[in-house]
């Protein structure tokens, strides 16, 4: 058995090899020309995808080309190497084609995740490396024919540990074998994930779209992956794991960037009744309300000659469409219905007209003008201002589903001079996302990862729903971190909303926070989600949780702020939203470098005032949450949010109070 140096040395020998080819097979794209191309239009598009090879084949300096590596029991598989590195992306040597690196994603790498003494599939020794920069400094090595359980990685709780400076990081190296199932969960298959605040559920559902994106390449390249976030700040957090994996081509978005940023309020029952499922059925028939029974015929004048369909022939037509068809395209087909007929008739009359005609006529004045009476063209917000605004209107579409003061809730008081005018909520824009669809179909992606699903409406979940309608999805969520009037009670249901048949998978085991602080948290989990374990965290954490009593919360928060700045790693002073502006002021006064998180702010600063509201999804080295009691009483699911709040600390936790701790929290 060698000493620790010297395999240390080869390692960092096969380190060198790999870069050295890589570097060939990057000079190789490099010379590669577009000019053999046909035309134009095939060398740019040749052009762009070599642009993308010679940026797929970049070596970072801060990360290895490998962070693992497995050895063979035996010579039994001629197709396998017998020992294999993996890393995140595949390096060969040019002359021989030889394998240096294996993809993560490769099938043959899944060993990596996988493999345990109980199961060791084919292999003996997991390998895994620490490293500094982009330089080897340490090696573990896991034993998998022993059949000795092994005990907790080193490196994975280093990894878990090392500081927090910006954006977050991929954890491909140190995927859990329960985590690594998910992401390798086929193309078709949606997956939905429930999760205790940091199991790693977002980190998982970006592995996933990593994963996907290499497996199925060419088809999700066209039909396109979409990442759905809470707010700007969580999708700037997160936004740079999928390119340090290589994929820079996937799209991240909010609700409100799907659906339209809102642009009014309303109060928390309405929103909570407009998001209801049940809005659906009084929107598919508030729509079809506008096609009206034909009262008259059709006449149709060309040249001297008139044609005449009688009003039982146009309300036969109508009939037959209704209902059977997106609202749009039924309307087009009417149009062409009524012109077929009246070809008909020119044919019985003996003349010869061709299909030219036909479209002629459909879009003659007197069709249009039947159209307009009988099936006018409306818009999603035209039918949905008039359900809002009109008791009768709303009366005839809601009969049957919902009661009166249901009906008398969603009026508005004042309503808007037109639908123009409206301020629509954030409700109102996945009404119309639904009234947009029931018109013209909404156009399917490949995959859809939604995060903190919990959240969402199951109006909401429909739009998106729409959205992966032919494709599938992974959801994500902890329905104890459930903050908004419509929060998920049920995955079950969530599933059902989104149109998706997928199973429900646990993730239990916390990375992020240490067991003393999670365990203070859960307190709050009787009363936020009583059916839900209780989490275990994977780092005990002595030491971590620290709630000081201060006559005064500002003044104290600068003073833990102190503290911390004088320890490695982020910090985030959590505070109540109304007393955000007042934190970074007193910070600023002080004379303590501290930026406060909005909507906009890329949160990159190393002290940051977070309010609360924005935490979700976020964590910091260092957390201080500024008077829990302010944070629990400021809105509806208040103590949600505050498990959310105390659940975002990577190391220490302060919890700073003036005013009596929510008795929730008491042990
Ligand atoms: N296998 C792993 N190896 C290393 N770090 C991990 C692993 N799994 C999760 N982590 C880390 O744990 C932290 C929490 O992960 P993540 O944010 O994905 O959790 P989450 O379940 O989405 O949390 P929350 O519900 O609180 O938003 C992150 O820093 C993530 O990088």
């Given at each position: 058995m060698?000493?620790?140096?010297?395999i240390?040395?080869?390692?960092?020998?096969?380190l060198a090899?790999?870069?050295?080819?890589?570097?060939r097979?990057r000079?190789h794209?490099?010379?590669?020309?577009a000019?053999?191309?046909?035309d134009?239009?095939?060398?740019?598009?040749?052009?762009?995808l070599?642009?993308?090879?010679?940026?797929?084949?970049a070596?970072?300096p801060d990360t290895?080309?490998?962070?693992?590596?497995m050895?063979?029991d035996?010579?039994?598989?001629?197709?396998?190497?017998?020992?294999?590195?993996?890393?995140r992306?595949?390096?060969?040597d040019?002359?021989?084609g030889?394998?240096?690196?294996?993809d993560?994603?490769?099938?043959?790498?899944?060993a990596?995740?996988?493999?345990g003494?109980?199961e060791?599939?084919g292999w003996?020794?997991?390998?895994r490396?620490?490293?500094?920069?982009?330089?080897?400094?340490?090696?573990?090595?896991?034993?998998?024919?022993?059949?000795?359980?092994?005990?907790?990685s080193?490196i994975?709780t280093e990894?878990i540990?090392?500081?927090r400076?910006?954006?977050?990081?991929?954890?491909?190296a140190?995927i859990?074998?329960?985590?690594?199932?998910?992401?390798?969960a086929?193309?078709?298959r949606?997956?939905?994930?429930?999760?205790?605040?940091?199991?790693?559920k977002t980190?998982v559902g970006?592995h996933r779209?990593?994963?996907?994106?290499?497996?199925?390449?060419?088809r999700?390249s066209?039909?396109?992956v979409?990442i759905?976030?809470?707010?700007?700040?969580?999708?700037a957090?997160?936004?740079?794991?999928?390119?340090?994996?290589?994929?820079?081509?996937?799209e991240?978005?909010?609700?409100d960037?799907?659906?339209?940023e809102?642009l009014g309020?309303?109060?928390?029952?309405?929103?909570?009744?407009?998001?209801?499922?049940?809005m659906?059925?009084?929107?598919?028939?508030a729509?079809w309300?506008?096609?009206?029974?034909p009262?008259e015929?059709?006449?149709v004048t060309?040249?001297v000659?008139?044609?005449r369909?009688a009003?039982?022939?146009?309300?036969?037509?109508?009939?037959?469409?209704?209902?059977?068809?997106?609202?749009?395209s039924?309307?087009?087909?009417?149009?062409q219905?009524?012109?077929?007929?009246?070809l008909?008739?020119?044919?019985?009359?003996?003349?010869?007209?061709?299909?030219?005609?036909?479209?002629?006529?459909?879009?003659s004045?007197?069709?249009?003008q039947?159209?307009?009476?009988?099936?006018?063209?409306v818009?999603?917000?035209q039918?949905?201002f008039?359900?809002?605004?009109d008791a009768d209107?709303l009366?005839?579409?809601a009969?049957?589903?919902?009661?009166e003061?249901?009906?008398?809730?969603?009026?508005?008081?004042?309503?808007?001079?037109s639908?123009?005018s409206?301020?629509?909520?954030?409700?109102?824009?996945?009404?119309?996302?639904?009234?947009a669809?029931?018109?013209?179909?909404?156009?399917s992606?490949g995959?859809?990862?939604v995060?903190?699903?919990?959240d969402l409406?199951?109006m909401?979940?429909?739009?998106?729903?729409?959205?992966c309608?032919?494709g599938?999805?992974?959801?994500?969520?902890?329905?104890?971190?459930?903050t908004t009037?419509?929060?998920?009670?049920s995955?079950?249901?969530v599933?059902?909303?989104?149109g998706?048949?997928?199973?429900?998978?646990?993730?239990?085991?916390g990375?992020r926070v240490?067991g003393t602080?999670?365990?203070y948290?859960a307190r709050?989990?009787?009363?936020?989600?009583?059916?839900?374990?209780?989490p275990?965290s994977?780092?005990?954490?002595?030491?971590?949780?620290?709630v000081r009593?201060?006559?005064d919360?500002?003044?104290?928060?600068?003073e833990?702020?102190?503290?911390?700045l004088?320890r490695?790693g982020s910090?985030g002073?959590?505070?109540?939203d109304a007393?955000?502006?007042?934190?970074?002021?007193?910070?600023?006064?002080a004379?303590?470098?501290?930026?406060?998180l909005?909507?906009?702010?890329d949160g990159?600063a190393?002290l940051?005032?977070?309010?609360?509201?924005?935490?979700?999804?976020?964590?910091?080295?260092?957390?201080?949450?500024?008077?829990p009691?302010a944070?629990?009483?400021a809105?509806?699911?208040?103590?949600a949010r505050?498990y959310v709040?105390?659940?975002?600390?990577?190391?220490?936790?302060?919890?700073?109070?003036?005013d009596?701790?929510?008795?929730?929290l008491?042990?």
């Open positions: 060698p000493a620790e140096p010297s240390l040395a080869a390692e960092r020998a096969h090899e790999s870069r050295a080819a890589l570097r097979m000079e794209a490099e010379s590669l020309s000019d053999v191309a046909a134009w239009v095939s060398k740019q598009f040749l052009e762009s070599l642009d993308q090879r010679v940026a797929a084949l070596d970072h290895p080309l490998f962070f693992g590596r050895d063979r035996g010579d039994d598989g001629p197709d396998l190497p017998a020992v294999m590195y993996v890393g992306r595949h390096v060969h040019g002359d021989e030889r394998p240096l690196v294996l993560w994603r490769a099938p043959v790498s899944r990596f995740y996988q493999a003494p109980a060791p599939m003996r020794l997991r390998r490396f620490g490293f500094q920069g982009g330089d080897l400094t340490a090696f573990e090595d896991e034993p998998l024919d022993g059949g000795a359980e092994l005990g907790p080193r994975l990894e540990e090392r500081p400076t910006g954006p977050m990081r991929d954890i491909v140190t859990q074998p329960e985590q690594d199932v998910i992401v390798r086929d193309l078709p949606t997956v939905c994930v429930q999760g205790a605040p940091g199991t790693g980190a970006l779209a990593a994963y996907l994106l290499f497996t199925h390449r060419e999700l066209r039909s396109g979409l759905v976030g809470p707010n700007r700040a969580f999708l957090y997160i936004s740079a794991v999928l390119p340090a994996l290589g994929e820079v081509r996937v991240q978005a909010t609700i960037d799907l659906l339209g809102p309020e309303e109060p928390a029952a309405v929103s909570a009744a407009k998001g209801e499922a049940r659906a059925d009084v929107l598919r028939r729509l309300l506008h096609v009206r029974k009262e015929g059709l006449v060309r040249g000659a008139r044609y369909l009003d039982h022939e146009v309300r036969e037509i109508a009939a037959g469409l209704r209902g059977t068809t997106r609202y749009g039924g309307r087009a087909a009417f149009a219905r009524l012109a077929h007929q009246i008909v008739r020119m044919e019985q009359r003996g003349e010869a007209p061709d299909d030219r005609v036909q479209d002629q006529v459909a879009r004045r007197s069709v249009k039947l159209l307009d009476q009988v099936w006018p063209k818009t999603p917000e039918v949905l008039r359900l809002l605004s209107f009366r005839s579409a009969k049957g589903v919902l009661g003061d249901e009906q008398a809730a969603l009026l508005w008081e004042k309503p808007a001079r639908h123009r409206v301020k629509w909520t954030a409700a109102d824009r996945a009404l119309l996302d639904e009234l669809d029931l018109i013209e179909r909404t156009a992606l995959h859809l990862v995060d903190e699903a919990q409406s199951a909401q979940l429909r739009a998106l729903g729409r959205r309608g032919t599938s999805a992974t959801v994500l969520g902890d329905l104890a971190q459930g009037a419509w929060s998920a009670r995955w079950k249901e599933l059902s909303h989104l998706q048949d997928g199973e429900v998978t646990e993730l239990t085991l990375f240490p602080v999670l365990d948290a709050l989990l009787p009363h936020v989600a009583p059916e839900l374990e209780r275990r994977l780092r005990a954490g002595a030491g971590a949780l620290d009593r201060v006559p919360v500002v003044a104290g928060a600068v833990a702020a102190r503290e911390a004088a490695a910090i002073l959590i505070v109540p007393l955000a502006a007042a934190h970074a002021a007193a910070l600023a006064e004379g303590l470098d501290a930026a406060l909005g909507p906009e702010s990159t190393r940051l005032v977070v309010p609360a509201t924005l935490a979700k999804g976020l964590e910091y080295d260092h957390v201080i949450v500024a008077e009691a944070i629990a009483a809105e509806a699911r208040g103590l505050l709040v105390l659940t975002r600390a990577v190391t220490s936790l302060t919890v700073l109070h003036r009596d701790l929510p008795a929730e008491a042990p």
